[in-house]
């Protein structure tokens, strides 16, 4: 899952990406509205952190902008703003939470989650495959309830196809998801990825569909997808 935080204090912006980092989500930076409201509109995030009061153009307007312009991804306001009016501008502009500086850092992961939960259809944090387990609250996968070790991609890469499992997934839309803007992209090596987990979770987990992408299965069910 690739994350934007657009945050003009370095210090906070600096301890939420090694937070987010730290439980496998890749993840950008934004210093000011501008640059945000250009990284939202360009690049397919999975969720958004927005502070409101940002220098050049103020986190409301940068929201109302995504919006009107059909940008669909959860948008988290975070804000030292706790008046109730400020909080009924961010909703009315399509935010889909708030919270309050200062926060807890455990509390703020927690929503991202919920989040991230109900933009992909799931209620809980963990996504079951028959034998396979993907934990996104730890950052861990298990088969057959034993604890496999992945990569930070290779955790992302299977975090992302799990969320959407069952749906074929181009290699395009594995690179924009799991790599951060200023990483040396490659999706050629979305296939080395892809082999490797094959040995980790199983070959016949993960099926290839010619010319168009990957597809993550639970190779019991009666049809791929099924749960």
Do not use: C
């Not at 989500?25 to 958004?48: K, N, S």
């Not at 990569?151 to 890469?157: G, I, K």
């Amino acid at each position: 899952m690739r994350i934007l935080i657009v945050e003009d204090d370095p210090d906070l912006s600096r301890q939420l990406r090694a937070a987010l980092k730290d439980i496998g989500y890749a993840v950008d930076v934004a210093e000011d509205g501008e640059e945000g409201h250009f990284l939202g509109d360009t690049e397919p995030y999975d969720a958004v952190i927005l502070d409101l009061g940002l220098p050049l153009i103020d986190g409301v307007s940068v929201l109302q902008k995504w919006r009107s312009d059909g940008k669909k991804f959860p948008v988290m306001i975070l804000t030292a703003r706790d008046q109730w009016s400020e909080k009924v501008a961010g909703f009315d502009a399509g935010a889909d939470d708030y919270l309050t500086k200062p926060f807890h850092t455990e509390e703020l992961l927690a929503r991202l989650r919920a989040l991230l939960r109900r933009a992909s259809g799931h209620t809980t944090d963990t996504i079951d495959l028959g034998e396979l387990s993907v934990d996104n609250r730890s950052a861990r996968a298990f088969v057959n309830g034993m604890a496999i070790k992945l990569t930070s991609h290779e955790f992302r890469l299977l975090s992302y196809m799990a969320a959407h499992q069952g749906r074929v997934i181009s290699r395009t839309e594995l690179v924009e998801h799991i790599y951060e803007q200023d990483y040396d992209r490659d999706s050629n090596t979305i296939e080395v990825f892809v082999g490797r987990l094959r040995r980790k979770i199983g070959t016949n987990r993960i099926e290839t569909v010619r010319g168009l992408g990957y597809r993550l299965i639970d190779p019991d069910a009666d049809e791929p997808g099924e749960k």
